[in-house]
Structure formats: C-alpha cells, structure tokens
C-alpha cells in the first residue's frame, strides 16, 4: 500500500482541507474544523469533521481489520467497492444512501454527507425506539437494488462487466466464507462466545450434521450464486434511521451474490433484535414492532419485486417473448411466485447462519452484548440459536413469515 497514510483528527484538515467538495460543505478555513473520530465498526476509520458551514463523514479503510490488528492484513480496495456500490444503489433506489462528496482510491477515503439526527437502526432497537419508517424503507430497498442489478433487468454485457468488477472482492467475501458459513460450526480460533452458559447448546450444534451440512449448502450458495450486486453486510448496524428517513451505509461487502443473502441477514438482525429485547427490560411492545417490523419488510419487498418484475422486466431472464408477448400473463405470475419462493427459502437458511456466527463467532452484535447479566444474555441467545437451527434446517417447510414469528413466539415463552 505504497503511499497510503492513515488519516488522524490532526492531520486530517492539512491533508484533506483544500478539496473543494469538503470546503464547499464543512466551510473554511480548515485549520478551524473541529475532528473526532467515531469509528466503532469491525474495520475503519470514520471522522466527524464539523466546520463554519456545516459537518461532513470522512471515511478511511485500513490496511488491516481494526477489530482483529495489523496480523490480518485486508486491501484497501475495498473503499472502491464501497463507493461503486454506493453510486450503484442510489441509481437502484434515489436517496436510500448517503450523497457522497468525494472519494480517493489510493488513500482509500470516501467523503459523504453527514446524517443528521440519523441515529442507528440497532442502536434505536436497544434503545427501545420503533422507527416507524424502517421496515418498509428497507423492503423498497431490497426489492429495488436486489431486481434492478439482476439479469432480470440489466443488459447482460453491462451485468457481466459489473460482476467481473466485483468479483475482485474476493477478501470481503472471504471473511463472509468463513465467519458466516463455517466459523460457527466447528471450534475456529476466531471464535468467541460471551455466555459460559452456551457451552451445552453450541457443543449440540457443532455435533448436529444437518446444521453443518445445510450451512454448508448455504456457502455454496453465497460462494456460487453470482446473481445481483448485494450490500453484502446489511444487518441493523448498516442502517441509519430517523422517524421519517431510512438509509443504508457500509456496503463493502458487496458483490454479486444470491438475493436472498441480503433479505436473510436483514429478517435475521429483527428476530435477533427481538430475542435480545427481554434483557433489555419490559419490552412487549417492542418486540410486537419488531416481529410486524419482519412482516412489513417481506411484504414490500414481495410487492416491490412484482411491480418491477410486471413492469422493468427486460432482462435476458423469464423473457416477455416467452410470456406476456404470447399473452401467457399467467406464465408469468407463475414464473415470478417460483422466483420469491426460492428467495423466501434460501433466505431463511441464511437467517439461520447469520444467527449462529453474530452469537458464536467473531463479530457479535451489541443487542445481546450489552446485557451486562450473562445468564439473561445466555436466555437471550439460546433462543435464537434454537430459531436459527430450526430456519437454517426446516427452512424448506416454513412457507409464510408468521410461521417464523409465531416460532419466535413460542421460544420467547420457553
Ligand atoms: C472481520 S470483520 C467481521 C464482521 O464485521 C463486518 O461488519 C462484517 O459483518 C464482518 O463479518
Ligand atoms: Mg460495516
């Protein structure tokens, strides 16, 4: 990484100070501005630079996982599979991500607006906050980004050139690979479960082979599937929220991959969300929000998805020859309900994974690590291993999402 320097709250003004697009926002003079670093994701550097005229986000990857230290090395170019997959989703979906102002590839820095009074989607949860508008943002966003990369409705050239692209993200999708789909499932050196009290239950799930062998299927899946550009990582903490807005950040996971990774890992944060709630205090109906929350996302993003499959579909996939053309507008209705089926299906098997390696392996998520109690936490948890399980292998007989909720129901009451 010949020439790349780590930014600080110090040297940031000096190095960044005469780029018209952060004096145009932040206002000068830049020796003025007030830095803070905010940083407290798994990977990079984020900057709060607050001048005379207003604040801006200055972002910056490092060379290494911050979570882990410099003896995991991780390429700086994924701050250009970020920003390309930025620009991508706001012509997917205008105005689901933050506008961005500037970005430089050698020293890996993304400049974007920052949102205000946006707090995060998973911050709001602990909190115990019902952001009104999340659920059915986040399906629109889902169905739009997800159909609008796809062979569905991309030229195929343009489609094949954007995946060779990001195909390049090797690195990313190795962390996924690994952390997501196998990690949880046998006693990696990364992992790390915070409940003593779980010893039993993960003993039992690394023992159970329909877990491993259906984690397996679903890594070859994510590792094979290379259908529309994903987010990649979009969990709670990728979501920034207030009362009236929605908007996705961090995707530099992304990558073309199976639409039902992203609509897997985002039910699975809700049902996450809503297991921790009880050790957060008397939450009722919170957790009333969260699983209608789970509802509400599948319902939009169900009816987001026909829309654009009645109306965009002009991809090399389930062509209108074959269909609407001949009149056959039941062909196509058919073809469109097999296509949600499979990503309702594959993406509970990959809720289920996403459940076993947030409590099992690397990265955890806050819902659960900050119940101080590790007995109350350890209840929290087991309940939502037991659901990830039951999703992960029964995925293929569970058909609504009040079947998964009612399940979320009846192990809350356990
Ligand atoms: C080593 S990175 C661990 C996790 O942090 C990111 O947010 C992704 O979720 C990744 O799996
Ligand atoms: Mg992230």
Redesign the pocket.
Known sequence: FAGFEPLNAKTLPQRLGQLPALLDTAGGPAENWQVREVGD???NLVFIVEGSAGTVIVKQALPY?R??GDS?P?PLKRSFFEHKALTRQEERDPGSVPRILHFDGEQAIIVMEFLTPHVILRRAFIDGRQMPRASRDLGLFLARTLFRGSDLAMPPRERKEELAVFADNVE?CD??EN??FSDPYFDAKLNRHTSPELDGIVAQLRADRDVKVEAQVMKHLFANKNETLLHG?L?T??VMVTETETRVI?PE?AFYGPMAFDVGVLLSNFWMSYFSQSGHGERGAMQAYLLNGVDEIWTTFRAEFSRLWRGERNGILYQRTLFEDQGDHLGSEQALSRVLAEIWTDALGFAGCEMH?RIL???HNADFETIDDSAVRARCETKALKLGRQLLVGRRHIHSVSEVNDLAEQLEKE
């Open positions: 994701g798994n990977l996982v979570l882990v995991w991780l990313l962390i996924t952390l997501v990582d969990h903490g990728s961090d996971f390696r392996g690397l990265a």
